[in-house]
């Protein structure tokens, strides 16, 4: 199962603008420890599947002391099935290598048979088959193809029976008897050369329509969708398969390639079966889509300020921090226009992680007769956040950004009421910050999705921040039965209650935003 979902890497090579593009913004590993668990998961509910699997007629020529004779097998049922000494290996060349060795099959048929010179008799009854020391190798190509879709290729297949005992039973069975080894091993020697042919084809064709099925644009909401197509074949280090995946957001509404720039990710494999890289690339391209679709742009207006809070937008209350608002607008309420100008930029370092959001701040007053609105004052604003994480891991696996605490800064742009100073203003917004954090996490609460894994629990949970990206190791348990709420866990990086942004307050943000400009 999970060397199944386990696809990556292609070398990284030619132009530094083909390196940039070929980074990934995600990224999933499986390692060895985790191709172990999928293999003791998989083998029972393959060794069921097998015992249930529709065998066709089987039909051949023998010949005997007696002669030639047609045999026909039909109503083939599987009794047993042994392929407990199964290995499954990562390796460079192939990514994938299965190896079936000791393996049996126990067999139930009704028999027919006609001799085919004459007298032409014909007897039937049916027949007990075991056979013995089964052997398979096939490599497994795991790769992409050109849409970033998962694709495999079955290849270097091998298979061998090393005894088919056949009894017959009913008729004159005890004469057939005679000749079983020279039946079963016209039987043999067929499975030998038609079995990898079917099982290539089962990987080659069905599995891969399968795989075309996932859902690799991943919708978040009605304005963003996340891009989670391979960037990349696959690559393998040290027994350990890298899934490297665009983990681009985008616009609905007019989808871009966000210019933000990525960096690379360290080729580490973890102690753990499954580890995930989640970069600052991905999370800059949800302030870009968000921007550029319209998302990040609010009306404010007294409806919105809850009736705890002893805040109102009108002038009167604000004439001790814009004295010259109240002057030329006493007694009128206001309506806020904000709006995010520039994409919101999130950085990760070791200490934590951080954000800026810039754009502008309309002031509007409102007529109170006619409703009419005027535009007093625009003031720029610069927000930078101090963030914590929280991921779920389970069928639905999310991330979530929260804001923990923030500091503004403003400056006046242009104004109607003549030359005013910010500086009380800007003490009033700081002062305001516990109530601008739950403003600012209104706008995170749909969080992103990452790729989901039906019927898996998580267990045991590594979170670490490295510079340009977070790190989730963790070990994965199949529980078939698990049913709604329970299909799941939640982890935060740190502890809401005891949470302090470690954050330097340094540009950190300075030359992703010249990128940005450029565009």
Request: net charge negative; with cysteine; hydrophobic share 40%.
């Amino acid at each position: 199962m999970l060397f199944l979902i386990a696809l990556n890497f292609l070398l990284l090579h030619s132009s530094d603008a083909q390196l940039e593009s070929a980074l990934p913004g995600f990224r999933f590993q499986v390692t060895q420890k985790g191709v172990d668990y999928g293999k003791e998961v998989v083998l029972p509910i393959l060794t069921d599947s097998i015992k249930t699997a529709s065998i066709p007629d089987w039909s051949g020529r023998v010949d005997t002391p007696l002669g030639h004779i047609a045999v026909r097998l039909y109503s083939i049922k599987i009794r047993s099935v042994d392929i407990s000494n199964t290995d499954v290996k990562v390796v460079p060349s192939s990514n994938i290598d299965v190896t079936i060795r000791s393996g049996s099959i126990s067999m139930t048929a009704e028999w027919h048979y006609k001799e085919e010179s004459w007298p032409h008799i014909s007897d039937g009854g049916s027949v007990d088959m075991a056979a013995n020391g089964i052997t398979l190798t096939l490599d497994i190509l795991v790769g992409s193809t050109s849409k970033g879709e998962p694709h495999i290729t079955a290849q270097h297949c091998s298979f061998h029976i090393g005894k088919l005992d056949v009894s017959f039973h009913g008729g004159a069975s005890f004469l057939y008897n005679l000749f079983s080894d020279q039946i079963g091993d016209s039987i043999k020697d067929a499975l030998d050369t038609q079995v990898c042919p079917l099982v290539v084809n089962e990987l080659n064709g069905d599995l891969n329509n399968e795989l075309n099925t996932l859902d690799l644009h991943t919708t978040i909401d009605d304005f963003c969708f996340i891009d989670y197509t391979l960037i990349q074949p696959p690559f393998v280090v040290d027994n350990a398969i890298f899934i490297n995946g665009k983990g681009e957001i985008y616009s609905r509404s007019d989808p871009r390639e966000c210019p933000s720039p990525k960096q690379e990710l360290p080729d580490t494999v973890g102690s753990r079966m499954v580890t995930l890289w989640v970069t600052e690339y991905m999370l800059n391209t949800a302030g870009w889509a968000y921007k550029d679709s319209g998302f990040l742009q609010y009306n404010l207006t007294n409806k919105d300020i809850p009736s705890a809070v002893p805040i109102k937008l009108n002038t009167d209350y604000f004439k001790f921090f814009v004295p010259e608002l109240h002057q030329v607008y006493p007694d009128q309420d206001m309506v806020l226009w904000i709006e995010v100008t520039k994409p919101v930029l999130f950085h990760i370092d070791p200490q934590g992680v951080s954000g800026r959001a810039e754009g502008i701040v309309t002031w509007f007053v409102k007529d109170p007769d006619t409703g009419h609105l005027t535009t007093a004052f625009v003031v720029d604003a610069q927000v930078d956040l101090c963030v914590n994480i929280s991921v779920h891991l389970g069928q639905q696996s999310m991330i979530w950004l929260d804001v923990v605490t923030l500091e503004p800064e403003v400056q006046l742009r242009s104004s109607n009421i003549g030359n005013i100073s910010v500086s009380r203003l800007e003490t009033f917004v700081k002062f305001c910050r516990s109530l601008l954090v739950p403003f600012a996490n209104s706008f995170l609460k749909n969080g992103l999705p990452l790729p989901a894994f039906d019927n898996i629990m998580f267990s045991g949970f590594d979170f670490s921040l490295q510079k340009g990206y977070f790190v989730i190791h963790t070990d994965v348990q199949y529980t078939p039965s698990l049913t709604g709420d329970l299909r799941g866990t939640n982890h935060t990086l740190f502890d809401p209650d005891t949470f302090t942004c470690r954050v330097e307050r340094p540009d950190i943000f300075g030359s992703v935003l010249k990128v940005l400009e450029m565009i």
